[in-house]
């Protein structure tokens, strides 16, 4: 026997999730900059903005909403779950020389909620990829400072032909549906507006999906 010791078994890697290959590549789908610019300047028109606000982006992504936002806010907590995506973002960060702007890893479904407060929170094609949208919203009210905003833009309800096959999460949202958790987590001033569309190809020729950005206050 060796009187070597043997070196701790390393935990291995984490598996590449799809969010986390696409993205080198996701800021190259023109549709992605114009849907974060189209709900960029909705968020702008609905809630006061200032350089002293503190926001939050849940599922930032690669931060095209944060960075639309970024001339207009104060510092901008970037967050989301995948590593790749903070990857990128992180590289875009310091390309931009923006000094507002940060990444966070965090996943509000198993991680500890943050302590840092914020004057807005903002999500972006990120709902329908959370089961529980009741306990998000929930901790998401616990983020917000009073008085505080939370926008939320995603997909009205749809038949699944948005993702197709194979997707597990939610198929879009009936807005009284979403509004009715939002008040239940405490939020009041509840609206919704249409800020843009997807058009996606299918055997018909196109099908139009309209994105919601629903604004509430805590």
Not at 2 to 8: D, I, K, L, Q, R
Not at 71 to 87: K, N, R, V, Y
Not at 139 to 157: K, N
């Amino acid at each position: 026997m060796s009187g070597a010791s043997e070196a701790p078994a390393s935990s291995p890697p984490t598996a590449a999730t799809p969010f986390d290959e696409r993205a080198a590549t996701w800021d190259a789908d023109p549709a992605k900059v114009a849907r974060a610019l189209a709900v960029a300047a909705a968020i702008r028109s609905r809630v006061p903005t200032d350089r002293a606000m503190r926001v939050l982006e849940y599922g930032c992504g690669t931060g095209l909403l944060g960075f639309a936002l970024q001339p207009h806010c104060g510092c901008i907590t970037l967050a989301d779950s995948s590593s790749g995506m903070l990857a990128t973002l992180q590289g875009k960060i310091a390309a931009s020389g923006a000094s507002n702007l940060q990444a966070l890893q965090l996943d509000l479904v198993s991680d500890p909620l943050p302590t840092e407060r914020y004057d807005l929170i903002c999500s972006l094609m990120t709902f329908h990829h959370i089961a529980d949208t009741a306990r998000l919203l929930r901790d998401l009210y616990t983020l917000l400072d009073s008085p505080g905003h939370l926008c939320v833009a995603d997909l009205d309800a749809e038949d699944g032909s948005f993702h197709g096959p194979g997707f597990t999460g939610h198929q879009g949202f009936a807005r009284a549906a979403l509004a009715g958790e939002a008040q239940e987590a405490g939020f009041h001033d509840i609206g919704f507006s249409t800020v843009f569309h997807i058009s996606k190809p299918d055997s018909s020729g196109q099908t139009d999906f309209p994105i919601f950005l629903m604004v509430a206050r805590k």
